[in-house]
């Protein structure tokens, strides 16, 4: 059952990241759109435009490591796998014994 709740708190990482890359990419365009007003109110005014500003220097949000949702992943496949094959056993014999008493 650990493993479950591991997936889901790896999942909240994973939803977290996303929005941090979305904010980041908006906090982009918001600066990138406020260097071209002031340029473009600079350039009314007559003045010398100002250089556009590097993007690059913003942070960028790490992304988590997904490795461990996939082996997770991968160990509740096998639990669900062996949770199939003793409910199957388990069902036949359940049958079997049904049809005998039946008899």
Known sequence: MSAID???GDAGKFSNYQRQVA???QQVQQSLQKRQQ???HRASRGDA???EE???KLKVPQCPSRLD???LGKQIS???QDARQFASQSLAK???ARALQDQ
Do not use: I, K, W
């Open 49 to 51: 435009p100002l250089q």
């Open 6 to 8: 591991d997936v889901g």
């Open 78 to 80: 096998g639990y669900c």
């Open 69 to 71: 949702s996939l082996l």
């Open 54 to 56: 590097d993007v690059s």
């Open 38 to 40: 002031e340029n473009a």
């Open 23 to 25: 904010r980041h990419q």
């Open 94 to 96: 359940l049958f079997l």
